[in-house]
């Protein structure tokens, strides 16, 4: 993070993080925001290899800065390099891999969603092309921290029927979806059942 020069493993220049900055969080945060700084968006793209190693390293930090400058700086990127819809979907390909695929080596979902949803919503990218990022934005947008979950009828075990809106404000409620068929599954369930704090 200190490299004031580009090296053999950067595409750019890195930020430099100020000395005075001690804590790993405080660091990190300055990284994160200024990292795109000395990037040259109009021809980053024409490397995607190593637009891809530097995106990475960018991610690498995340869990360790402060989410409020985390979004702040992914809401920039996005807004950037969302004047050209081509470059716009490799970028969400990229966060798409780096921190929601089933490889990545962070799982962010939070992170992940406003790629997602700057991708579904650009006019220019065809449908065929963002369907797949539609798909998730639409997923996801119903599953973050905060969030209100879907209204939907469930049936008890003694058979008795509700909705999910019927249970009053500040209830705790726990949705524990599974298929019933599976034998990981049914470990869950059976662990949920015999914890005495639920």
Request: glycine share 4%; charged share 20%.
């Amino acid at each position: 993070a200190n490299a004031q020069i580009v090296n053999d493993n950067q595409y750019f220049p890195y930020p430099v993080v100020p000395d005075n900055l001690t804590t790993l969080s405080e660091r990190s945060s300055f990284f994160i925001e200024h990292f795109w700084d000395h990037c040259n968006f109009k021809s980053a793209f024409s490397s995607v290899q190593k637009m891809q190693k530097a995106f990475d390293d960018y991610v690498a930090l995340i869990p360790y800065a402060d989410a409020q400058t985390v979004h702040q700086s992914i809401d920039n990127l996005i807004k950037t390099v969302g004047k050209n819809p081509k470059n716009l979907l490799t970028l969400a390909e990229m966060a798409e891999g780096a921190l929601y695929a089933d490889t990545a080596a962070i799982t962010c979902d939070e992170c992940y969603l406003p790629f997602a949803q700057a991708v579904a919503a650009n006019r220019k990218i065809s449908k065929a092309e963002k369907s797949r990022f539609e798909y998730q934005a639409k997923a996801l947008s119903g599953s973050q921290v905060g969030m209100t979950a879907p209204d939907f009828s469930y049936i008890t075990p003694q058979g008795d029927k509700g909705r999910l809106s019927e249970f009053p404000a500040g209830a705790y409620v726990l949705l524990f979806f599974n298929d019933p068929e599976c034998d990981e599954c049914e470990l869950a369930r059976v662990r949920l059942a015999a914890d005495f704090n639920l």
